[in-house]
């Protein structure tokens, strides 16, 4: 789940990780660079996110900032059509009169998200629950915290 600040506040919605550098420190996920989202990260780069794996219990909170890049064309034209459609034609979040059919999308809209982490607070939800802070302004050095 990614959150950007809108102009009603915090707004959030579910994404597919599409890459992570450990060495970078970097998040990658894609979007239309028309959607509102784009908009909002130009506008305020602070981003968190929330990713919750089931199996382990582990709850994962990150901030980060991010930056909107043109997406690769090479690796559009790889994607299905159905997820080709999702960048292009109306604008996401715009009203429609119809269901109608849906518009061939084109690479001039596809663009990455990438996300520069700069703290993960990380909740295991086990017997007992332990948390843990890290920090990149710490050099990634965890502490222990209160859960």
Known sequence: TLA???PEGPELRTLVLRRAD???ATLD???DAASPKALQIAADPRVALHVWLPKPQLQIRARARATLTPGDPALFAR???EA???YGGTVPGTPLDTTGDRPTGGPARFARITCTLT??????LGTPHIRALYRAADGWQGQWIAP
């Not at 703290?119 to 295991?124: P, Q, R």
């Open 22 to 24: 450990r060495t970078a």
């Open 29 to 31: 996920l894609f979007t």
């Open 119 to 124: 703290e993960l607070d990380i909740l295991h």
């Open 4 to 6: 950007t600040i809108g």
């Open 84 to 86: 080709q459609a999702n």
């Open 79 to 81: 994607l299905p059509a």
